[in-house]
């Protein structure tokens, strides 16, 4: 299982290029400092992963999405909304719909938005829902599950593990030579 560095303070991203792992979220980017931050990622053999909802001064509409592509070098982006996955995947970026599980309501509606999605991966979170409800969405749509939100013991990521997930996002420090 990935774990994936959560870099939200970026004194501390010289730790996540450190790291074992293969794959990185920018947490705290914004446009001006993306590029710089991508290169560095990239200098260590790091995929990079975004979120659009935590990209500061940037706008997801079509072509800032391409501009997350062919200008900033950004290799996954994480959106809530069908629309910007779709846009992300014509503009040639792996996509990761993140699903936020409330209650009961929200459950029954991320299985609908799972089953009808295109994205390459889906994001389930808070860490600990995810998990609960994991083998619902495998069986609505195989594709690889990450979690993410409040992932901070060993004992959560190698549950995970035994569970069959892709993934674990974390900013624990800690976890990240796991």
Known sequence: MEV??????LKYLSDALKSPHKYIVLTNAHIG???NLVDLCHQSNKKVIVNLELLYGFN?????IKLLKQQFKVDFII?????????????GLIT???IVLEDSIALD?????????????????????????????R??????????????????????????????????????NE
């Not at 997801?60 to 800032?64: E, H, K, L, Q, V």
């Not at 959106?79 to 503009?91: E, L």
């Not at 749509?141 to 004992?155: A, H, N, Q, T, W």
């Open 4 to 9: 994936i560095p959560s870099v939200k303070d």
């Open 33 to 35: 400092n993306l590029k």
């Open 60 to 64: 997801a509409d079509s072509i800032g």
């Open 79 to 91: 959106a809530k909304g069908t629309s910007k996955i779709n846009m992300a995947k014509t503009a």
């Open 96 to 98: 990761i719909q993140r």
């Open 109 to 137: 509606s991320a299985l609908k938005i799972v089953q009808e999605s295109k994205a390459d991966m889906v994001e389930l979170r808070p860490g600990h829902f995810g998990m609960e409800f994991f083998e619902k969405f």
């Open 139 to 176: 069986q609505t749509r195989d594709v690889p599950y990450i979690l993410s939100g409040f992932m901070s013991k060993k004992e959560q990521l190698d549950r995970a593990e035994k569970l069959g997930l892709f993934g674990a996002t974390t900013s624990c420090k800690d976890l990240w």
